[in-house]
């Protein structure tokens, strides 16, 4: 029939796109992957100012301008102190080299839910991830960075441990520099308790009688990931982003920055912002400079080098360090931790669209909007899950509740259906007339029965983006062998429960007329509990739950229409009409 034909097309083209997704994920090029050096790989400075243009791709600079030195290029003497930091959030090290922050432990969010004790480390510079958070100074007439300190500079620190003790909101940081004609530069870290927002602060005191202009860089470092492991999992970005007041959100893929490269090709940021922000984002987690609001920066992005697999998202701004000035700061914030969607917006304007839903947005915002105010009053994603998808189902009851009526009519004629299609044998073109006949006089809609599943891919596609993308499902039981709602079930009940549901749902709609269309029918229950046996957990909580509120509801409807057709036929006094 029609409608088991639109059906079976709709889901065909549902798992093909997956199927595709997948085989991008095969056959995409991989990066390849460079250790970092023993310096920590630090790469080399920005060369633009706010006023300048960035040049075209040369020999000696790459796409954004940045000048091609290689990290390896670094002198082996250059070598930093990694300094300890402990407060209620971090486990971090910040390298003397550089003053950079080279490795940032999540104290609160384990890196499994069977290691609590192992937190998940968003920074490290290891040969398989590189991730840093990189600021300082940069002269183009002095790229050794003897007259101000850059990512070759190797800072003093009063003690190598920090710890934000019980009782002390803050904890504070300093990195000093001082170069040969008395211009000292301090860089300070300031940590506050429950909170991943750290301030950085560039402070100069410039007691000489010269002064002279440059570049405050902020920037992040990430390597580009391997692929992503798993069987029909829809992509999850990974990689730059930024924000303009006027332009909004805009994610940038790492084969982005590599076009750059290409002669005449412009940088992929390449304008100057206020108000914005640049990051890094990763499925749970980001890492973001936020920079004074009232201040113009020049955003930039760039790769380190051509052997290496590590690009760089950033900002400039020129400073003017004028002789005799005291104190001159600038202070950036710096968000290192979990996309906690609650936080994100407070912090600065845009950033909670680092919860990256990609298209789905419009569909998935609204369903983690709902799931976090049930959660607020079961505090259990799992019965949130549960508890929505009931609700989503009232919202759509009327809808449903006409397609299934429409679905029990087709039951109800398709014994007259059948006699049709034994009477006008291979006449295809009489058969469709004779059913399009029977559709109008009994007001069938042979559409009709489709609706629900129309209903259910972009709502099921749009909770997909909720569980892999919010940090507030990560690690989140349901109850007894469910762990993890944002993994797949380990032991594959809930996928096997969704495929018995499925195989209910068949019996309560009417069978195929064509013998093709009932074999491929009987074949999908099984195809989906394979795949739906990767998904994670909550995903199949929400389609079970769902597949049983449609059979009760359908149910009811099929044998109502039955009893009306009953009732009507004895109040008349003859038997439903045969053809």
Same mark, same amino acid.
């Given at each position: 029939?029609?409608?088991?034909?639109?059906?079976?097309?709709?889901?065909?083209?549902?798992?093909?796109?997956?199927?595709?997704?997948?085989?991008?994920?095969?056959?995409?090029?991989?990066?390849?992957?460079?250790?970092?050096?023993?310096?920590?790989?630090?790469?080399?400075?920005?060369?633009?100012?706010?006023?300048?243009?960035?040049?075209?791709?040369?020999?000696?600079?790459?796409?954004?301008?940045?000048?091609?030195?290689?990290?390896?290029?670094?002198?082996?003497?250059?070598?930093?102190?990694?300094?300890?930091?402990?407060?209620?959030?971090?486990?971090?090290?910040?390298?003397?080299?550089?003053?950079?922050?080279?490795?940032?432990?999540?104290?609160?969010?384990?890196?499994?839910?069977?290691?609590?004790?192992?937190?998940?480390?968003?920074?490290?510079?290891?040969?398989?991830?590189?991730?840093?958070?990189?600021?300082?100074?940069?002269?183009?007439?002095?790229?050794?960075?003897?007259?101000?300190?850059?990512?070759?500079?190797?800072?003093?620190?009063?003690?190598?441990?920090?710890?934000?003790?019980?009782?002390?909101?803050?904890?504070?940081?300093?990195?000093?520099?001082?170069?040969?004609?008395?211009?000292?530069?301090?860089?300070?870290?300031?940590?506050?308790?429950?909170?991943?927002?750290?301030?950085?602060?560039?402070?100069?005191?410039?007691?000489?009688?010269?002064?002279?202009?440059?570049?405050?860089?902020?920037?992040?470092?990430?390597?580009?990931?391997?692929?992503?492991?798993?069987?029909?999992?829809?992509?999850?970005?990974?990689?730059?982003?930024?924000?303009?007041?006027?332009?909004?959100?805009?994610?940038?893929?790492?084969?982005?920055?590599?076009?750059?490269?290409?002669?005449?090709?412009?940088?992929?940021?390449?304008?100057?912002?206020?108000?914005?922000?640049?990051?890094?984002?990763?499925?749970?987690?980001?890492?973001?400079?936020?920079?004074?609001?009232?201040?113009?920066?020049?955003?930039?992005?760039?790769?380190?080098?051509?052997?290496?697999?590590?690009?760089?998202?950033?900002?400039?701004?020129?400073?003017?360090?004028?002789?005799?000035?005291?104190?001159?700061?600038?202070?950036?914030?710096?968000?290192?931790?979990?996309?906690?969607?609650?936080?994100?917006?407070?912090?600065?304007?845009?950033?909670?669209?680092?919860?990256?839903?990609?298209?789905?947005?419009?569909?998935?915002?609204?369903?983690?909007?709902?799931?976090?105010?049930?959660? /607020?009053?079961?505090?259990?994603?799992?019965?949130?899950?549960?508890?929505?998808?009931?609700?989503?189902?009232?919202?759509?009851?009327?809808?449903?509740?006409?397609?299934? /009526?429409?679905?029990?009519?087709?039951?109800?004629?398709?014994?007259?259906?059948?006699?049709?299609?034994? /009477?006008?044998?291979?006449?295809?073109?009489?058969?469709?007339?004779?059913?399009?006949?029977?559709?109008?006089?009994?007001?069938?809609?042979?559409?009709?029965?489709?609706?629900?599943?129309?209903?259910?891919?972009?709502?099921?596609?749009?909770?997909?983006?909720?569980?892999?993308?919010?940090?507030?499902? /990560?690690?989140?039981?349901?109850?007894?062998?469910?762990?993890?709602?944002?993994?797949?079930?380990?032991?594959?009940?809930?996928?096997?429960?969704?495929?018995?549901?499925?195989?209910?749902?068949?019996?309560?709609?009417?069978?195929?007329?064509?013998?093709?269309?009932?074999?491929?029918?009987?074949?999908?229950?099984?195809?989906?509990?394979?795949?739906?046996?990767?998904?994670?957990?909550?995903?199949?909580?929400?389609?079970?739950?769902?597949?049983?509120?449609?059979?009760?509801?359908?149910?009811?409807?099929?044998?109502?229409?039955?009893?009306?057709?009953?009732?009507?036929?004895?109040?008349?006094?003859?038997?439903?009409?045969?053809?």
């Amino acid at each position: 029939m029609e409608q088991n034909r639109t059906l079976i097309i709709l889901l065909l083209c549902f798992v093909t796109y997956l199927l595709y997704v997948e085989w991008q994920k095969d056959y995409a090029p991989k990066p390849v992957v460079t250790a970092p050096a023993a310096s920590g790989g630090h790469a080399a400075m920005p060369t633009l100012t706010p006023s300048t243009q960035m040049p075209a791709a040369t020999p000696t600079t790459n796409g954004a301008g940045l000048p091609a030195v290689s990290p390896t290029a670094l002198p082996a003497a250059l070598q930093g102190q990694r300094i300890q930091i402990n407060t209620d959030v971090y486990r971090a090290q910040i390298d003397t080299l550089g003053g950079d922050l080279s490795e940032v432990d999540l104290t609160h969010y384990p890196v499994h839910f069977k290691k609590k004790n192992e937190p998940f480390r968003l920074m490290e510079t290891t040969p398989q991830r590189f991730f840093v958070a990189q600021s300082g100074w940069h002269l183009q007439d002095d790229p050794d960075n003897h007259t101000v300190p850059g990512s070759h500079t190797i800072y003093s620190s009063e003690k190598t441990e920090y710890k934000l003790t019980q009782g002390d909101k803050d904890l504070q940081v300093d990195l000093h520099w001082k170069n040969p004609a008395g211009v000292e530069f301090i860089k300070r870290y300031v940590f506050h308790r429950d909170s991943y927002v750290i301030d950085v602060k560039h402070i100069v005191t410039n007691l000489s009688d010269k002064g002279f202009k440059a570049d405050l860089y902020l920037r992040l470092q990430r390597s580009a990931p391997e692929k992503t492991n798993g069987f029909f999992m829809l992509p999850i970005f990974v990689g730059p982003v930024y924000y303009s007041p006027d332009q909004k959100y805009h994610k940038i893929k790492f084969s982005d920055i590599d076009e750059v490269k290409t002669p005449g090709v412009k940088d992929a940021i390449n304008r100057d912002i206020s108000g914005g922000w640049a990051a890094v984002i990763e499925q749970f987690f980001v890492g973001a400079w936020i920079p004074d609001p009232k201040q113009s920066y020049k955003y930039f992005t760039s790769k380190v080098d051509d052997n290496s697999h590590r690009y760089m998202i950033g900002m400039v701004t020129e400073q003017d360090l004028a002789p005799g000035q005291h104190n001159a700061e600038d202070t950036a914030r710096l968000y290192v931790g979990p996309k906690l969607q609650n936080q994100l917006a407070a912090i600065a304007p845009g950033l909670e669209l680092s919860v990256d839903y990609g298209w789905l947005t419009f569909i998935s915002k609204p369903l983690f909007w709902g799931l976090d105010h049930i959660n /607020r009053l079961v505090h259990n994603w799992g019965w949130s899950i549960i508890l929505l998808t009931i609700l989503i189902k009232l919202v759509f009851y009327k809808l449903s509740e006409t397609s299934y /009526r429409s679905m029990a009519n087709m039951k109800r004629v398709a014994p007259r259906m059948q006699a049709m299609k034994e /009477r006008y044998g291979d006449d295809k073109a009489k058969l469709q007339q004779a059913m399009m006949e029977l559709y109008k006089t009994e007001k069938i809609n042979p559409l009709g029965g489709c609706l629900p599943i129309v209903i259910q891919i972009p709502v099921f596609m749009g909770l997909y983006y909720v569980l892999i993308e919010s940090v507030e499902l /990560r690690q989140a039981p349901w109850i007894f062998w469910i762990e993890d709602l944002s993994l797949m079930d380990p032991y594959f009940v809930l996928p096997i429960i969704m495929g018995i549901t499925m195989v209910i749902q068949q019996k309560l709609n009417p069978a195929p007329v064509d013998p093709l269309q009932a074999k491929i029918m009987m074949v999908l229950p099984l195809m989906f509990t394979v795949m739906f046996a990767v998904f994670p957990a909550g995903l199949v909580l929400y389609w079970v739950v769902n597949n049983v509120l449609s059979i009760t509801q359908q149910w009811y409807i099929t044998n109502h229409v039955i009893r009306e057709e009953k009732h009507t036929a004895g109040h008349h006094g003859h038997k439903p009409k045969q053809d």
